[in-house]
């Protein structure tokens, strides 16, 4: 079974940039889709980003396109999440994710193993 681990989360002003990093041990890519979802207070967790192991494709969040880029360094097993100008809105504790693939841009519901959460603060 695949194990993840999420870290680089930290606190940053708007505009300001962060990357997440996801390694996975137990497993390597090849064998599912990465998945990056966010939970802010009160909310649902929803999808962020999306890199699926059967296509190669990458598939983002309306939120956050254009300013969030996905990537996988297979050698390190592991997928990393650059997050350029920050918002006080993508304020959440992010998760990295195993899953079945990247349906619908990657739904909560197809995905089986869950990372620790990583917390982003943007400040304004």
């Known amino acids: 079974d695949v194990q993840l681990q999420a870290s680089g989360g930290g606190l940053v002003q708007a505009g300001g940039s962060l990357r997440l990093s996801c390694k996975a041990t137990?497993?390597?890519?090849?064998?599912?889709?990465i998945g990056w979802f966010r939970q802010a207070p009160g909310k649902e967790r929803e999808g962020v980003s999306c890199t699926s192991a059967a296509d190669g494709n990458t598939y983002y969040a309306d939120s956050v396109k254009g300013r969030f880029t996905i990537s996988t360094e297979n050698a390190e097993n592991t997928v990393y999440l650059q997050m350029n100008s920050l918002k006080p809105e993508d304020t959440a504790v992010y998760y990295c994710a195993a899953g079945y693939g990247c349906y619908d841009r990657g739904q909560v519901r197809d995905f089986y193993s869950w990372g620790q959460g990583a917390q982003v603060a943007v400040s304004s």
């Open positions: 137990g497993s390597t890519f090849v064998e599912y889709a």
